[in-house]
């Protein structure tokens, strides 16, 4: 068994019948820690020696990127659909090793081109670093669980959401009608009653604006007592259809001895 | 098949087996944009360029409902129960007719009729926009699935939310004393503390009004705990019996082909 | 057939198969009313004529549900259990039957005895009102479902409840000790602290307290996210309960033909 | 019948088919008491006589806590597996044998050696009695249950929380690029975002951050919609994989007799 074949068995999730190995662990670890320095970076009270440090992780990280992805292309070999020159190109497009190149190519040039360079322009090249989270999606055995239970109630779940837009429409509509002369800021428009609809009808409720008049705080009580139900609706579907999708796997899993 | 076969086939959605008609897609498209232009109008703040857009596209609005009336009446009699001019007459006084009038003709007649007027007339008048959500209804059709749902667990709602106004009215009415003579303005009146329970039990939260003494507090916390389970029943039960509509549906098909 | 049989038919809910008779859902709104009526009394933003025509329509309901007691005590007779002075006695002593007197005994006594005083004790008085809300159990045939469901998890739910208050407990000393010093006011002792960690917990975040430290802030998060699923707990579990409560009423139902 | 197998009957809960013993009943009372007199003691408002009782209290409450420590030590004598001087050590080595030591040795120590002593170090061991919720886990039957339901949605729950912690990252990330010139306070950095992001997404709503630009207020709007799905999804799982445990719990039983 060559070198690359055992490269291959311990960062190819596929290889592997469960449980992850501790290579990808490690790269687990190493993107939620790359998510932790960029917000850690984005903070003024933070110390000039913590800054450094963090400057430096940084160029770690995308050093271990930038090695992880030239060898994953390089044992994409070992996958018959991936061989040689051509297998390799069909490899490098296809989504996971997308997102292994976002995952560190933009940090990348920055790094080596635009060291000097300072402002907007990086902070929003920094922000691709979001794309990191896809490189995770190779690790998550259950999403297609989800996914299948998003498709089971995929219709149900339009029409809850339809139903809490509905409400939450009407619901603007009517205080902006009541308050909106009481409290311009806060309800002279449909757009700044929305505003009070949403917080309130998700249960967020800042206090930034609400009700002050009886009739106001009336109607506000009812669509609160109605609403709660309407927009809590597709959470409480969707979590049926994943708890059905669950019970389906282990029934799946129990008869598959016979 | 005739000019007006074809169109039946398009905008009537009993016509397909499933799916949406690339028409129907784009009027329901226009309702929602309909939507917006309303929620926008409002808004003080807007430049006078966009409220002039808005002003135009809503004339687009009500010509094309106008037109998609009065195409629907003619076409009905492609169903043999519309057939002729009682046909057509039976056809204009169905709930789904009567949805597409109310779309468009209190606006063209603020249009055509009212458009030096302005004020609160009109402003009623467009609320009259609101009676575009009725235009959507025909195209739900997971809505008969939900009202299903309702149906199976309309005792059981009725109870919980009885338990939850109960809740709320004996909540109210223990802060009233509490906290009554501290915050005249928060707890002064039932209908007064009504609103902190109302606030309180569905988790919104404004804090335009929460107890300060000690006991109060302590009677809120209890409230808040006890309550949470109680308010957000409603809600559980309804969830539950759309899953179980689900796979009533889902057991249905599959057991079709018998 | 005589009268006493037909108001027995009209009064009593378990004479009926299903559905509430006229007098009985009469009874009920009068109830609802009732509650109104009592709120409405202690807002001192209403007019004087309001207040007169609320006092003349509580003497109405206090007459009516005495009214109403004496004839239910004359008709228990139709019920055997309850024939001749004994039954009348022991029907008397019936829950339903201290309910009804609980509805107007204490009103009507304040009416009659002590018109002239006012002040505490009157309000006090008043405050039994809230025992009217037992009048309407006897007409909530799904009542009975809800006690099955509740005794179906009550073991579960007393772990659920009993995690919930852990949490509260410690999540209240965790910010004692962190934001204590710093905010003596919200976080300077246990009991102050598990005002904020309640509101915290069931997400109703009045915004009166909160953590402003860095270490605070990144503690409370943490505490956020973990016990949404805990405190949120006994609802769905109860919820769940009643879920399969209906399943088992239906098919008891469906199987009972067999 | 010998006195040690009087009081292990008494005292040990597995020695019971079902139920709680008055001894051990009591013994759980007094650790819930124990709790509220630590959290009455660091309130500062209260008066210097509810101290000296508390103290007093807390004297007893360690009395007990000892005396029962000693007398489970001596009656686990009656378990085969901890006979003799071994089968002892190996008792007091045994989890539920040092959350009994833990609930009063810090205490005593304190009371016996730094009785003079005052300030930080005292607290931090009186922090220690939170450890006494340990002693209640040996009275808590349904506990397995909860943590079979909990190995049961495992996975799914971790996928859950992973989505729920990749939305915060996602809408503090956003937030601080809408809002950060904005309001720095609030949104300047990606972990102050975050703070708005939790109190956001578990609807908890301070109130003490929020957007305030239109685009910021467009943004939230929409991401309260998505997330109170996601960041509730977990609660979902669980509950509905509790709810299976309950119903396989009883299929077991009622099986259990063939």
Redesign the interface.
Known sequence: MGMRSVFYRNLEPSAREHGISAINFAIVLLVLAS?LT???E????ISRDLRLTLSGFNILIVSVFAIEYVIRVWIAGENPEYRGWRGRLKYMFSPFALADLAAFLPELIVMVAFADADGGAI?ALK?LR?LR?LK?ARF????S??SNAFA??A??L?????????LI??S??AL??IE?DKQ?DAF?????A??WA???L???????S?PVT?LG?FVA?FI??AG??V??????????????E??KDKTGKDSSGD
Chains 1, 2, 3, 4 share one sequence.
């Open positions: 998510f960029f917000s850690l984005t903070e003024p009270a902070a922000a979001i989270l995770l998550v055995p259950a999403f669980m989800l089971r109630c219709s149900q339009a029409v809850a959401l339809g139903l809490a837009l509905a429409y009407i603007a509509i902006y009608f909106g311009p002279g428009s449909i757009p700044r929305t505003w949403v917080a309130t998700t249960t967020v409720g800042y206090g930034d609400y009886a705080k009580a609160a007592l709660i139900g927009v809590a609706l597709p959470a409480g579907i969707f979590a049926s259809a994943v708890s059905e669950m019970n």
